[in-house]
Structures are given as structure tokens and as C-alpha cells.
């Protein structure tokens, strides 16, 4: 019995400590899939993914194992496919299986290849529209001697919420996409507006020959700041994964090379960034408890009465990766409560209370209305986890002798009903008044 105790105790403190080392809000373990004669070319990104907390695995995209799902359950926390050029990414890495990771809240990055790959139909899975095969992101600006498809881009502050630090140019070389109208999309790197999508021929920079691309095929020129090179996804779960228009990105070979003269790109911590969006670093909040009760009681109400005047908070946390831990965050400046049945009968702010972190509070009163109600808070916004809370709660009409003996505002109706009553008694005491009176007359003048 002690030794079992003994033994418990133990994987707890270690747990603990795994806990406290981990960067990522959903564990640390990470497999990647790269080609083994390609692995040297992201060192930099490898090296940089150590260096937070994570644990690496690599996997040949044609081996066998490890496993990414096992008995229903990933085997991983997270998960980087780097092989764009492989045509076969193994048995248990199909379109299917990916999305079956998101739903059990595995997180993934998605290197996008330019040729026709089982990846571009996982793309479309996500609302993401691929151009044609063979179709990089070319741009003749500003004038350089690199490739046009090797292209400087400008990330300007606060252009995307999943990126949280200054970044300097990054170079790219790769795929648009455009964007479905889906609301779970986070634009995180946009194309240059003077860029577009078109053949690998059409590099010249002939307007003849870009103009031709356009009739031709009836697919159009996608072109502009519309389309997106870097690409991530929040699942209703809380799950992300990132789809990157090219494995360049990553590489040792533009993480060092200059933008300007004496200038370092910033695909180093642009990289950085995207893995820690990713991986549920950054932007990541819970709800840990709500409460209601009414006004002047501390105790929560099975049941609530009509116009009952309701207190409901609740308390919510942010991941810190720094720490490793979760803390009480009272930043949300746009957080609303509904009262709802089928509809909402009271939308209402749910602001944050001074001195009290973590806590958001708001009062109302019931609705005139009996029924079932719900307390639902429904927080989404781009980039953030979503919070989603729901409370049922019935509300009922007052017992026989919860009313009021007088209502103030049917005095008109007491009024009629008193001043009738007055007038009847006056009425019949005047009219049996007078029959009295003529019955005295009649017997006086019987006996006259």
C-alpha cells in the first residue's frame, strides 16, 4: 500500500515538472515529418523549437512509424509536415487522419507543395482555394537579383493577431491561396499588393505574357494583397493548424540571407511566431468556473423569478508560456452575457471588476417571462481560442403570494371599482329612502 502511494506521489511531482517546463498550453511532444537529406536545411527552425521546451521527433514521410494516431488517440501533441515534394506521406498521414488529429485537438503545420498533392485537397477541406498546379507567387517588385518567385515581403505591426512581436521582411517562395468566407480562417501573412499567381513560364515580366495567363484557362489572375501566403485555422475544439504556401519559409538558407544590405531577414522569428501561434502559445484562454446568484445573496438560485434582479460572473484564465502556467487575465474589453430562451431576451457587457483579476461580472433583471433561460457566453474572435459557456436556469412566475397586495399602477381600476361601489350604496339608499316615505304619506292621508 505505501510503495503504490509512494509511486503515485512520484509520477505526480514529474508530471508537475513536465507541466512547468512546457511552452505550449497542450504538451510539448512534436513529430515532424521531413525528408532525413532535407532535415539540415531548418535547423534554425528545429533548433529554435528545442530551445522552447519542445520534444522533436522526426519521421521519414514514407516510414512506417511512429504513428501519428494509435488506438483512436495521437500519439503527439503536435505535429510539422515539411515534406511538400514527397508524394506519399504514409498510410496513417492521409487528409482524413489530419483532420481526426484536430478533432482530438492535436495541432499541425502544413507545408504546402506547388505540384498536385493529396495536401491541396486537405487545403480545400479548410476553405482555402489553391491556384492550378505549377503556379508560384511571383513579384517584379522592388528590384533585386533574386528570382521573382523569391520574393521580400514587408509584415507591418499588428497585420495579423497571431503575430505578437515586430518582425522584420521575410523572404518567401511559394503558393497563394485565396480564402473562403469561412470565420475560422487567421490570415497571418499576406501577398504583396503588387504580386500575383501565375505560371512558372510567365517570369519575363512581359505584360503581353501576364495578360495572356489571364484569358487563358479561365482561371484568372490571382493577384493582390486578397491572397494569403501563410494561413491558420482555430477549430471550434480550440485545435489550429497552419497551412504555409512554401517550406522556404523555414530554411536555414532565407533565415540568413539579407533583405536589405546589412539587414537580416526575420524568417527566424516569423517562423518562430507561426509555431508558437500553432503549438497554443500565444492567445490561448479559458473559462475556469461562472456564477450567478441573486443580488444581496452569495448563494446561487435553483430557480429564478420573474424581474428578479441577477448577478453573473465568471472567471477566466490566460496561458502564459513564460511561466508555463495559467493566469487570471481581465484584458477582454468586448465580452458580452446573453439571456436567452430561443432568442435573447437581455444581451448585456460583461466588463471586467477592478481588483478582482480574472473576474468578469455584470447585473440585470429577469425578463417578465417564465421559461427555461440559459446564461451564454460565446467570445470569438480572430486569433483567439474561442470561449463558449453555457448555464440553464428556469425562471417562473411568483407564488400565489409572492404578488403584491396593491398595484400602483391599477389605482384607476380600484378607483372605478370603489367609486361603483359608492355610488350603488348611495343609489339604493336614496331609492328605499323614498319608498319609505311614501308609504308614511299613503297611511296619513288613509286615516285623515
Given at each position: 500500500?505505501?510503495?503504490?502511494?509512494?509511486?503515485?506521489?512520484?509520477?505526480?511531482?514529474?508530471?508537475?515538472?513536465?507541466?512547468?517546463?512546457?511552452?505550449?498550453?497542450?504538451?510539448?511532444?512534436?513529430?515532424?515529418?521531413?525528408?532525413?537529406?532535407?532535415?539540415?536545411?531548418?535547423?534554425?527552425?528545429?533548433?529554435?523549437?528545442?530551445?522552447?521546451?519542445?520534444?522533436?521527433?522526426?519521421?521519414?514521410?514514407?516510414?512506417?512509424?511512429?504513428?501519428?494516431?494509435?488506438?483512436?488517440?495521437?500519439?503527439?501533441?503536435?505535429?510539422?509536415?515539411?515534406?511538400?515534394?514527397?508524394?506519399?506521406?504514409?498510410?496513417?498521414?492521409?487528409?482524413?487522419?489530419?483532420?481526426?488529429?484536430?478533432?482530438?485537438?492535436?495541432?499541425?503545420?502544413?507545408?504546402?507543395?506547388?505540384?498536385?498533392?493529396?495536401?491541396?485537397?486537405?487545403?480545400?477541406?479548410?476553405?482555402?482555394?489553391?491556384?492550378?498546379?505549377?503556379?508560384?507567387?511571383?513579384?517584379?517588385?522592388?528590384?533585386?537579383?533574386?528570382?521573382?518567385?523569391?520574393?521580400?515581403?514587408?509584415?507591418?505591426?499588428?497585420?495579423?493577431?497571431?503575430?505578437?512581436?515586430?518582425?522584420?521582411?521575410?523572404?518567401?517562395?511559394?503558393?497563394?491561396?485565396?480564402?473562403?468566407?469561412?470565420?475560422?480562417?487567421?490570415?497571418?501573412?499576406?501577398?504583396?499588393?503588387?504580386?500575383?499567381?501565375?505560371?512558372?513560364?510567365?517570369?519575363?515580366?512581359?505584360?503581353?505574357?501576364?495578360?495572356?495567363?489571364?484569358?487563358?484557362?479561365?482561371?484568372?489572375?490571382?493577384?493582390?494583397?486578397?491572397?494569403?501566403?501563410?494561413?491558420?485555422?482555430?477549430?471550434?475544439?480550440?485545435?489550429?493548424?497552419?497551412?504555409?504556401?512554401?517550406?522556404?519559409?523555414?530554411?536555414?538558407?532565407?533565415?540568413?540571407?539579407?533583405?536589405?544590405?546589412?539587414?537580416?531577414?526575420?524568417?527566424?522569428?516569423?517562423?518562430?511566431?507561426?509555431?508558437?501561434?500553432?503549438?497554443?502559445?500565444?492567445?490561448?484562454?479559458?473559462?475556469?468556473?461562472?456564477?450567478?446568484?441573486?443580488?444581496?445573496?452569495?448563494?446561487?438560485?435553483?430557480?429564478?423569478?420573474?424581474?428578479?434582479?441577477?448577478?453573473?460572473?465568471?472567471?477566466?484564465?490566460?496561458?502564459?508560456?513564460?511561466?508555463?502556467?495559467?493566469?487570471?487575465?481581465?484584458?477582454?474589453?468586448?465580452?458580452?452575457?446573453?439571456?436567452?430562451?430561443?432568442?435573447?431576451?437581455?444581451?448585456?457587457?460583461?466588463?471586467?471588476?477592478?481588483?478582482?483579476?480574472?473576474?468578469?461580472?455584470?447585473?440585470?433583471?429577469?425578463?417578465?417571462?417564465?421559461?427555461?433561460?440559459?446564461?451564454?457566453v460565446d467570445y470569438k474572435?480572430?486569433?483567439?481560442?474561442?470561449?463558449?459557456?453555457?448555464?440553464?436556469?428556469?425562471?417562473?412566475?411568483?407564488r400565489h403570494d409572492g404578488?403584491?397586495?396593491?398595484?400602483?399602477?391599477?389605482?384607476?381600476?380600484?378607483?372605478?371599482?370603489?367609486?361603483?361601489?359608492?355610488?350603488?350604496?348611495?343609489?339604493?339608499?336614496?331609492?328605499?329612502?323614498?319608498?319609505?316615505?311614501?308609504?308614511?304619506?299613503?297611511?296619513?292621508?288613509?286615516?285623515?
Amino acid at each position: 500500500m505505501f510503495s503504490i502511494r509512494r509511486w503515485c506521489l512520484l509520477a505526480l511531482s514529474v508530471a508537475s515538472l513536465l507541466c512547468a517546463d512546457a511552452k505550449s498550453s497542450t504538451g510539448d511532444s512534436v513529430l515532424v515529418v521531413v525528408d532525413p537529406k532535407n532535415q539540415d536545411q531548418y535547423s534554425t527552425f528545429f533548433e529554435g523549437l528545442k530551445d522552447g521546451g519542445y520534444d522533436l521527433t522526426f519521421r521519414s514521410p514514407k516510414a512506417e512509424g511512429p504513428v501519428v494516431i494509435e488506438d483512436d488517440a495521437p500519439n503527439f501533441a503536435h505535429v510539422i509536415l515539411l515534406a511538400p515534394e514527397a508524394r506519399n506521406l504514409g498510410k496513417d498521414i492521409t487528409p482524413q487522419s489530419i483532420v481526426q488529429l484536430l478533432s482530438r485537438k492535436t495541432n499541425v503545420i502544413v507545408a504546402l507543395p506547388t505540384k498536385q498533392s493529396p495536401l491541396h485537397s486537405l487545403a480545400a477541406e479548410f476553405s482555402l482555394i489553391l491556384p492550378p498546379p505549377n503556379t508560384p507567387l511571383i513579384s517584379y517588385f522592388p528590384k533585386r537579383d533574386t528570382p521573382s518567385t523569391l520574393i521580400p515581403i514587408k509584415i507591418e505591426d499588428h497585420s495579423s493577431p497571431a503575430l505578437t512581436k515586430h518582425i522584420e521582411p521575410v523572404w518567401f517562395s511559394g503558393i497563394p491561396a485565396s480564402l473562403g468566407s469561412n470565420p475560422l480562417l487567421v490570415p497571418i501573412l499576406r501577398a504583396p499588393s503588387e504580386s500575383f499567381a501565375s505560371e512558372t513560364t510567365v517570369t519575363s515580366g512581359s505584360a503581353d505574357a501576364v495578360a495572356d495567363s489571364v484569358e487563358r484557362g479561365g482561371e484568372g489572375l490571382w493577384a493582390g494583397s486578397s491572397l494569403s501566403l501563410v494561413t491558420g485555422f482555430q477549430a471550434t475544439n480550440g485545435a489550429r493548424i497552419t497551412f504555409v504556401g512554401g517550406a522556404e519559409i523555414f530554411s536555414d538558407e532565407l533565415a540568413q540571407k539579407e533583405t536589405e544590405r546589412h539587414r537580416q531577414s526575420g524568417n527566424a522569428a516569423f517562423s518562430r511566431e507561426v509555431a508558437a501561434w500553432t503549438f497554443q502559445e500565444n492567445l490561448v484562454l479559458r473559462i475556469d468556473k461562472v456564477e450567478h446568484h441573486p443580488v444581496n445573496a452569495t448563494e446561487p438560485n435553483e430557480q429564478y423569478t420573474n424581474n428578479d434582479q441577477v448577478v453573473f460572473s465568471t472567471y477566466i484564465s490566460k496561458w502564459n508560456p513564460t511561466k508555463g502556467k495559467w493566469e487570471p487575465y481581465s484584458g477582454l474589453k468586448d465580452l458580452q452575457l446573453e439571456f436567452t430562451m430561443l432568442d435573447p431576451f437581455i444581451r448585456t457587457s460583461l466588463p471586467p471588476v477592478r481588483g478582482a483579476p480574472g473576474k468578469y461580472s455584470t447585473s440585470f433583471r429577469a425578463p417578465d417571462r417564465h421559461g427555461v433561460f440559459k446564461f451564454v457566453v460565446d467570445y470569438k474572435r480572430k486569433g483567439w481560442t474561442s470561449l463558449e459557456s453555457s448555464t440553464t436556469v428556469p425562471v417562473v412566475p411568483p407564488r400565489h403570494d409572492g404578488y403584491p397586495r396593491f398595484l400602483s399602477a391599477a389605482w384607476p381600476y380600484y378607483t372605478g371599482a370603489i367609486s361603483t361601489s359608492v355610488a350603488f350604496f348611495l343609489f339604493s339608499t336614496i331609492w328605499l329612502a323614498g319608498e319609505v316615505n311614501e308609504r308614511k304619506r299613503s297611511k296619513g292621508s288613509k286615516a285623515e
